[in-house]
Every structure is written in structure tokens, then in C-alpha cells.
T-cell receptor
Framework: EPEVTQTPSHQVTQMGQEVILRCVPI?????FYWYRQILGQKVEFLVS????????KSEIFDDQFSVERPDGSNFTLKIRSTKLEDSAMYFC???????????FGQGTRLTVV | QKEVEQNSGPLSVPEGAIASLNCTYS??????FFWYRQYSGKSPELIMS????GDKEDGRFTAQLNKASQYVSLLIRDSQPSDSATYLC?????????????FGTGTRLTIIP
């Protein structure tokens, strides 16, 4: 069964360092997303991506964040200069059509120390 | 008013009984509704989608949608200990043609053997 895969599963980084979280969406899907979940809180939307450009981004997705689909299969989230409050689970999701089911990867737990 | 509202629980249900989970949403224009199951430390796993008023059944799960009341529910029949998890209600929110999932805080369900 096709699935969204994310690497790494856990990343520990020092404050101020850059991190890149990687995702391989389901192969025929067209819409891609990053969400995050701070421990004990709800899943929050970060950014949506379609047709090689950002469709929408949340207030959380400031200038420190960027996304890229460099090669037609990978979808990456970069945080340029991490802060302690960036510590969270980051989930990549993809969907085939607008409005239908979105499937989530297993997540990357980011810990900023 | 929260965009997607769920009772956080915990909700305790005896094994074999029916578990009933509820969700209300604020955006009348929402068209797609989803239930995800999330085990502790894991990613959201899609269990049901519903797009039109009424009931939709899939195995032991039934989703119910009432757009007039802005209400979505999930029934789990013959509850099993493996159903113990947090259940997330997600509503597809459309904004100027862009869409994203907005999640509730989740209801923690415990099935008592």
C-alpha cells in the first residue's frame, strides 16, 4: 500500500542550526503539506504546496521556514535557524485531489536544545 | 469560537460497547470531514472520510454528518482495547481556492477490558 515516508524519524539540533526534514509523498499525489504538533497540543497547519509553489502558509511559517520539491519525488521542509519553540513533531501529508483524503507520514520528531 | 471543537475526554468505554465521539465546526462552507486515529507518539492515521449529510459505515466505524448543525460524529461498535487512542476530527477548510485540514484537539478514548 502506498505511503508517505519521512526521514529522519528523530532529529536533535542545537538552537540556531539549520535543519532539513525530508518527505517522499505518495507517488501520484498532487498536493503536499507540512503540519506540526507540539507535545500535548493539536496538529497545526504550516504550509501547502501545489504545482511547484506554495499555495498557502500559516502565521507559523515565517521567513525561517522554506519548502522545496527539488526532484519530483522529495518534498523538504527547511528551518534556517532553529529556536527552542520549534521542538515538535513535524508531519508531511499528501493528497491526490483537493478536498479528498490526506495521508500522513510517520513524522519527524525535532528536538532543539 | 474554536474552528473545530472536540471534547478532550478522556472517554472510557467498556470493551464490546459503542464509543461515540463528537465534533462541531464553525465554517459553514466546509465540505470534507475526516476522522483520524492517533496513537501516542505516532502520526494521524485516516479512518473515515465523509462528504455528504447522513451516515457512512466502514466495518465497525460509522461517521455521521449534519451540515445544518455543523456536527460530525464517529461511532465505534464492538470497541476493542486496540481502539484506545486519541481521535482527531479534521475539517477541510477552503480559503480563496486553497484548502487545508483544520484539526480539533482530539478526544482521548480508553477501552476498558
Amino acid at each position: 500500500e502506498p505511503e508517505v515516508t519521512q526521514t529522519p524519524s528523530h532529529q536533535v539540533t542545537q538552537m540556531g542550526q539549520e535543519v532539513i526534514l525530508r518527505c517522499v509523498p505518495i507517488s501520484n499525489h498532487l498536493y503536499f503539506y507540512w503540519y506540526r504538533q507540539i507535545l500535548g497540543q493539536k496538529v497545526e497547519f504550516l504550509v501547502s504546496f501545489y504545482n511547484n509553489e506554495i499555495s498557502e502558509k500559516s502565521e507559523i511559517f515565517d521567513d525561517q521556514f522554506s519548502v522545496e520539491r527539488p526532484d519530483g519525488s522529495n518534498f523538504t521542509l527547511k528551518i534556517r535557524s532553529t529556536k527552542l519553540e520549534d521542538s515538535a513533531m513535524y508531519f508531511c501529508a499528501s493528497r491526490l485531489y483537493r478536498g479528498n483524503e490526506a495521508f500522513f507520514g510517520q513524522g519527524t520528531r525535532l528536538t532543539v536544545v | 469560537q474554536k474552528e473545530v471543537e472536540q471534547n478532550s475526554g478522556p472517554l472510557s468505554v467498556p470493551e464490546g460497547a459503542i464509543a461515540s465521539l463528537n465534533c462541531t465546526y464553525s465554517d459553514r462552507g466546509s465540505q470534507s470531514f475526516f476522522w483520524y486515529r492517533q496513537y501516542s507518539g505516532k502520526s494521524p492515521e485516516l479512518i473515515m472520510s465523509i462528504y455528504s449529510n447522513g451516515d457512512k459505515e466502514d466495518g465497525r466505524f460509522t461517521a455521521q454528518l449534519n451540515k445544518a448543525s455543523q456536527y460530525v460524529s464517529l461511532l465505534i461498535r464492538d470497541s476493542q482495547p486496540s481502539d484506545s487512542a486519541t481521535y482527531l476530527c479534521a475539517v477541510n477548510k477552503v480559503n480563496f481556492g486553497n484548502e487545508k485540514l483544520t484539526f480539533g484537539t482530539g478526544t482521548r478514548l480508553t477501552i476498558i477490558p
